[in-house]
């Protein structure tokens, strides 16, 4: 069966940080695109980020870029997501999907809330 396991979400002030964890298990995500995605309360899920698990090129939304870092830990099977300098406006539950190619999103999590207060 496979999974995908969020967590380190919370509450943080404005210009804190937080590292979201994204656990995959039940088959090898080899070749797969590894994404962040968020959803605000009242707004459509958008796109944050995204990795290609084996090649580890990256790519961000204009909104995230340099100040949240996509990773991985191959030996753990897990995928990250560094926010530093966090705003208000970056409050959503976040969520991490995996696919076959970018424009794919084959598997999901249940998704971490985020909270950043002014």
């Known amino acids: 069966q496979v999974q995908l396991v969020e967590s380190g979400g919370g509450l943080v002030q404005a210009g804190g940080s937080l590292r979201l964890a994204c656990a995959a298990s039940?088959?090898?995500?080899?070749?797969?695109?590894m994404n962040w995605f968020r959803q605000a309360p009242g707004k459509e899920r958008e796109f944050v980020a995204r990795?290609?698990?084996?090649?580890?090129?990256?790519y961000y939304a204009d909104s995230v870029k340099g100040r949240f870092t996509i990773s991985r830990d191959n030996a753990k099977n897990t995928v990250y997501l560094q926010m530093n300098s966090l705003k208000p406006e970056d409050t959503a539950v976040y969520y991490c999907a995996a696919g076959p190619n970018v424009a794919q999103y084959t598997y999901w999590g249940q998704g971490t809330q985020v909270t950043v207060s002014s």
């Open positions: 990795m290609h698990w084996s090649y580890g090129s990256t």
């Open positions: 039940g088959r090898t995500f080899s070749g797969y695109i």
